[in-house]
């Protein structure tokens, strides 16, 4: 007895070090997706590069259009080389491409080495929910993929409070954007080290290894006798019926059709309903209310502090209660605060200081509903929607669309200010929360999903 609870502690400190590692991805993801939202004002300046509305939404977008790109291939690539060598590869190329954002001198050259950051980045969040979901014994999947989702905001949380103490003691120095950008090759030189240590995910080694392999992974990784006897029934299964999923089958196969629906409805949930424009332009949409810039900033890291604190508290529901529910709740609750953001924005009532306080407020209300129910949700869905046969590339697939969609919006989100001003946007975000009300309540259905993973 004394020896089995020896082996399933040591079983479960490797496990909680390789969803940390793996993680490390998602604290990535949200460092460079935040790291803009303080540099765009130093980077705009004219003894800078000098950027227009146009331009920022380009210097921003670049990202997002390698991160689709990213998050399309990453499926294929981690069928083929396995889930630890391109977390490996991703880590390398972020350190890379970091370097390059801090020494560019021109709109172009930042806009390629951005795209080249997204690439990773892309790969990065479709990558590590399928990763860590495979490493992790049933009891654990959910509090693993949550490590994830919580990574991605406190990534964020370090990037606006980088931004804020660089930009208080060095923003009298107009280059400091560069240091913002660089101090994101910490973590990906930290993750790229650690990676090492990483085990192939087991369910990767059951097809493309050797089942003996697998076997030792299932096993230093805490996992039941019952569930690895399942799993290599299931890759035999899976050998002798090999599935290369294109579109034409999903198609003509009304159960893959509707799972493959049901996952882009996910990843439109997670950008349309409005997240982005706070987490890239935010520092913007409070200096336009009239909030100084360095106040702009700390406004920042408090909204970060806050979705932080949101995630960790939310991230507990979703053991408890159905997912489809949770986020039609955090999706009414993004409504409420978008709407009130127009009613503030537009009444004369207040003062410029009220409507300053009220505005942080309100945004800070809607990043807590957004960040700590509708995003992680959305992230453990796609990790749990999709049958192991398809898993990667349907992953991919939606990751791809949600990137896709997050570029759309981060390209023309200036230039809607510039023209509706910032009350007409937070009406029109009002909008595509209803949407995204409705694409859940039709789409993102337990019992429909259930019935169409029974007839596969």
Same mark, same amino acid.
């Given at each position: 007895?004394?020896?089995?609870?020896?082996?399933?502690?040591?079983?479960?400190?490797?496990?909680? %070090?390789?969803?940390? &590692?793996?993680?490390?991805?998602? @604290?990535?993801?949200? %460092?460079? =997706?935040?790291?803009?939202?303080?540099?765009?004002?130093?980077?705009?300046?004219?003894?800078?590069?000098?950027?227009?509305?146009?331009?920022?939404?380009?210097?921003?977008?670049?990202?997002? @259009?390698?991160? +689709?790109?990213?998050?399309?291939?990453?499926? !294929?690539?981690?069928? !083929?080389?396995?889930?630890?060598?391109?977390?490996?590869?991703?880590?390398?190329?972020?350190?890379?491409? +970091?370097? #390059?954002?801090?020494?560019?001198?021109?709109?172009?050259?930042?806009?390629?080495?951005?795209?080249?950051? #997204?690439?990773?980045?892309?790969?990065?969040?479709?990558?590590?929910?399928?990763?860590?979901?495979?490493?992790?014994?049933?009891?654990?999947?959910?509090?693993?993929?949550?490590?994830?989702?919580?990574?991605? &905001?406190?990534?964020?949380?370090?990037?606006?409070?980088?931004?804020?103490?660089? #930009?208080?003691?060095?923003?009298?120095?107009?280059?400091?954007?560069?240091?913002?950008?660089?101090?994101?090759? /910490?973590?990906?030189?930290?993750?790229?080290?650690?990676?090492?240590?990483? $085990?192939?995910?087991? @369910?990767?080694?059951?097809?493309?290894?050797?089942?003996?392999?697998?076997?030792?992974?299932?096993?230093?990784?805490?996992? $039941? !006798?019952?569930?690895?006897?399942?799993?290599?029934?299931?890759? !035999?299964?899976?050998?002798?019926?090999?599935?290369?999923?294109?579109?034409?089958?999903?198609?003509?196969?009304?159960?893959?059709?509707?799972?493959?629906?049901?996952?882009?409805?996910?990843?439109?949930?997670?950008?349309?309903? #409005?997240?982005?424009?706070?987490?890239?332009?935010?520092? +913007?949409?409070?200096?336009?209310?009239?909030?100084?810039?360095?106040?702009?900033?700390?406004?920042?890291?408090?909204?970060?502090?806050?979705?932080? *604190?949101? *995630?960790?508290?939310?991230?507990?529901?979703?053991?408890?209660?159905?997912?489809?529910?949770?986020? *039609?709740?955090?999706?009414?609750?993004?409504?409420?605060?978008?709407?009130?953001? +127009?009613? /503030?924005?537009?009444?004369? =009532?207040?003062?410029?200081?009220?409507?300053?306080?009220?505005?942080?407020?309100?945004?800070?209300?809607?990043?807590?509903?957004?960040?700590?129910?509708?995003?992680?949700?959305?992230?453990?869905?796609?990790?749990?929607?999709?049958?192991?046969?398809?898993?990667?590339?349907?992953?991919?697939?939606?990751?791809?669309?949600?990137?896709?969609?997050?570029?759309?919006?981060?390209?023309?989100?200036?230039?809607?200010?510039?023209?509706?001003?910032?009350?007409?946007?937070?009406?029109?975000?009002?909008?595509?929360?209803?949407?995204?009300?409705?694409?859940?309540?039709?789409?993102?259905? $337990?019992?429909?999903?259930?019935?169409?993973?029974?007839?596969?």
């Amino acid at each position: 007895m004394h020896n089995h609870r020896v082996a399933q502690t040591i079983s479960n400190t490797f496990l909680n %070090y390789t969803s940390y &590692v793996i993680s490390l991805g998602g @604290f990535l993801f949200g %460092y460079d =997706t935040g790291v803009v939202n303080g540099a765009l004002s130093f980077i705009s300046l004219p003894d800078q590069l000098n950027l227009s509305a146009n331009l920022q939404g380009l210097v921003t977008a670049s990202l997002v @259009f390698g991160c +689709t790109f990213g998050a399309l291939f990453s499926g !294929k690539l981690s069928d !083929k080389y396995g889930r630890k060598l391109l977390l490996h590869t991703i880590a390398a190329i972020f350190t890379c491409a +970091t370097i #390059g954002c801090a020494l560019s001198n021109n709109i172009i050259i930042l806009s390629i080495f951005r795209f080249i950051l #997204g690439l990773s980045v892309g790969c990065a969040s479709s990558l590590a929910p399928v990763y860590l979901n495979e490493i992790s014994p049933d009891r654990y999947k959910s509090q693993n993929v949550n490590k994830n989702a919580v990574a991605i &905001v406190i990534g964020q949380l370090c990037a606006f409070s980088v931004n804020a103490l660089l #930009g208080t003691f060095l923003g009298h120095w107009h280059p400091v954007w560069r240091l913002m950008m660089l101090m994101a090759g /910490v973590p990906a030189i930290i993750l790229w080290l650690l990676s090492f240590n990483l $085990p192939q995910s087991p @369910f990767w080694q059951l097809i493309h290894s050797t089942k003996e392999k697998a076997r030792q992974t299932f096993h230093r990784l805490g996992f $039941p !006798k019952l569930d690895i006897r399942e799993a290599i029934l299931a890759s !035999k299964t899976e050998q002798s019926h090999p599935q290369q999923v294109n579109l034409r089958e999903v198609f003509h196969n009304k159960y893959l059709l509707y799972l493959f629906f049901a996952g882009i409805a996910v990843a439109l949930i997670q950008q349309i309903s #409005g997240v982005n424009i706070v987490m890239y332009y935010g520092t +913007t949409l409070l200096e336009q209310v009239g909030m100084g810039a360095k106040a702009s900033l700390y406004g920042n890291v408090l909204i970060g502090l806050v979705s932080s *604190i949101a *995630i960790v508290l939310g991230t507990k529901l979703t053991s408890r209660f159905s997912h489809q529910h949770i986020l *039609i709740a955090g999706l009414c609750g993004n409504i409420i605060f978008m709407t009130g953001l +127009t009613l /503030v924005m537009r009444s004369h =009532t207040f003062t410029q200081a009220q409507i300053n306080l009220i505005v942080l407020i309100l945004l800070t209300c809607f990043l807590a509903t957004q960040q700590g129910i509708v995003s992680p949700t959305t992230w453990l869905l796609l990790a749990e929607l999709f049958p192991p046969a398809v898993k990667s590339v349907f992953m991919s697939w939606a990751t791809a669309v949600m990137w896709l969609t997050n570029f759309v919006i981060s390209l023309v989100f200036p230039a809607l200010v510039a023209h509706f001003g910032t009350q007409g946007v937070f009406l029109i975000f009002g909008g595509t929360n209803m949407f995204c009300v409705l694409l859940a309540l039709l789409l993102v259905n $337990p019992k429909l999903v259930k019935t169409a993973w029974q007839k596969l």
